[in-house]
Nanobody, 123 residues
Framework: VQLQASGGGLVQAGGSLRLSCTAS????????MGWFRQAPGKEREVVAA????????RYADSVKGRFTISRDNAKNMVYLQTINLKPEDTAVYYC?????????????????WGQGTLVTVSS
C-alpha cells in the first residue's frame, strides 16, 4: 500500500481543515487506517483510527469532539476532518495503513506510512 496525505496548511485557532489520504493497492479495504501526528521534539502519537469497514473508530482524548476520521473504500481514501483547531494541534500529520482489519492505536501495528502533511495553527 502506498499512501499520500494532503490538505495541511496554515490556519488560525478555531479554524478547520480536511486532511485526505490517497491509498494505492488492492488491500486498502482490508486494513485499518490511522492518522498520526508528530510535533517538533515530540514522539509520534495517534490522532484517530478506523477499522477496515469504517464501523469502528477511536480518537485521542485531546481531539475528541473536534476531529472525525472517515474512509471511502470505493475510492481508496481516508479523511480527517478537523474543527476548532488549537495551536497545540500543530504537527506533521501522517496517514498509515494497519497490518489487520482491526482497530488499533499502536504505532507498531501500522505497516505503511504516507509522507506527512504539515498543519500549523496560529494563535
Amino acid at each position: 500500500v502506498q499512501l499520500q496525505a494532503s490538505g495541511g496548511g496554515l490556519v488560525q485557532a478555531g479554524g478547520s481543515l480536511r486532511l485526505s489520504c490517497t491509498a494505492s493497492g488492492r488491500t486498502f479495504s482490508r486494513v485499518a487506517m490511522g492518522w498520526f501526528r508528530q510535533a517538533p521534539g515530540k514522539e509520534r502519537e495517534v490522532v484517530a483510527a478506523i477499522s477496515s469497514s469504517g464501523g469502528s473508530t477511536r480518537y485521542a482524548d485531546s481531539v475528541k469532539g473536534r476531529f472525525t476520521i472517515s474512509r471511502d473504500n470505493a475510492k481508496n481514501m481516508v479523511y480527517l476532518q478537523t474543527i476548532n483547531l488549537k495551536p497545540e494541534d500543530t504537527a506533521v500529520y501522517y496517514c498509515a495503513a494497519g497490518r489487520t482489519p482491526f482497530l488499533t492505536a499502536a504505532v507498531r501495528d501500522y505497516e505503511y506510512w504516507g509522507q506527512g502533511t504539515l498543519v500549523t495553527v496560529s494563535s
